[in-house]
């Protein structure tokens, strides 16, 4: 068997230049995707700060799902919140590139944002390591949820508190 004929069983390469190419299809997709449908008239594309606007509402709605949980209102069901907390993922790895200098511009983000920058991008990863504990924490069971939904909240208000204007 010849090396050629290895790989093409083996399938695509799964390397580290693998996940780089996904990182750059969703960090160019995924804004995409957030914007509006297509209307039949002609629309300008969606500005940053909508499709921030948008991705912000994304992580809204994918909150809700274990928060319905922790509250009773919906059952515990591990599936749902990995779906969700998977958008969440996606929103915050997308998010810091769509903050420039003018990250406040016609937006409710205050000017904090981009005097503290380093600040203010860190909330990015540091709410993606609680979507991901959220998601491990749904697999232990009801309680281990809401000890992890509180952090991701908190995570959460502590950069609105910081960097959201009222």
């Not at 993606?128 to 939904?149: D, I, N, S």
Request: with cysteine; net charge neutral.
């Amino acid at each position: 068997m010849t090396t050629t004929d290895r790989s093409a069983r083996r399938g695509p390469r799964r390397g580290p230049r693998g996940r780089r190419g996904l990182a750059a299809i969703l960090a160019f997709a995924l804004p995409a995707l957030a914007a509006a449908p297509p209307s039949v008239g002609a629309e300008e594309p969606a500005s940053q700060v909508e499709t921030r606007q948008r991705l912000m509402v994304s992580l809204i709605r994918a909150a809700k799902v274990p928060r319905a949980m922790v509250a009773g209102e919906r059952p515990h069901d591990p599936a749902a919140v990995r779906e969700a907390m998977a958008q969440v993922i996606e929103a915050t790895r997308v998010l810091p590139m769509l903050f420039g200098d003018d990250a406040g511009a016609a937006s409710a983000t205050r000017a904090s944002a981009a005097s503290h920058r380093d600040d203010f991008l860190a909330g990015f990863p540091a709410l993606e390591r609680e979507a991901v504990a959220m998601v491990f924490a749904a697999e232990k069971g009801p309680e281990a949820l809401a000890f992890a939904y509180d952090e991701f909240i908190h995570v959460c208000d502590s950069c609105h508190e910081s960097f959201r204007q009222d």
